[in-house]
């Protein structure tokens, strides 16, 4: 099964912005949907964005107009602009497939705080 490892989480103040990286072991031409995903304490896993291999995106109505998904598929890796983040934002990030694998990685923090 390909390998997924989250990156580019950190520490933010209300407004800020990052950007996280999902790179892949193999080569995601195949998988037609890629999505990324967030868990905050004490909330069930919930699908923020997810992009179709032509490039057509969705969003969470809650993320809408803020956050940008976005892959390349020749460096086989998908990113996620956060921007004007917000204290509800702070959860670990999570990026598979759409529908998921059984499987999750490890996941990158992202904690937003005055």
């Known amino acids: 099964q390909v390998q997924l490892v989250e990156s580019g989480g950190g520490l933010v103040q209300p407004g800020g912005s990052l950007r996280l990286s999902c790179a892949a072991s193999r080569s995601i031409f195949s998988i037609n949907r890629m999505g990324w995903y967030r868990q905050a304490p004490g909330k069930q896993r919930e699908l923020v964005a997810a992009?179709?291999?032509?490039?057509?995106?969705n969003y969470a109505d809650s993320v809408k107009g803020r956050f940008t998904i976005s892959r390349d598929n020749v460096k086989n890796t998908v990113y996620l602009q956060v921007n004007n983040l917000k204290p509800e934002d702070t959860a670990v990030y999570y990026c598979?497939?759409?529908?998921?694998?059984?499987?999750w990685g490890q996941g990158t923090q992202v904690t937003v705080s005055s």
């Open positions: 992009i179709t291999s032509g490039g057509t995106t």
């Open positions: 598979n497939k759409w529908p998921s694998f059984t499987t």
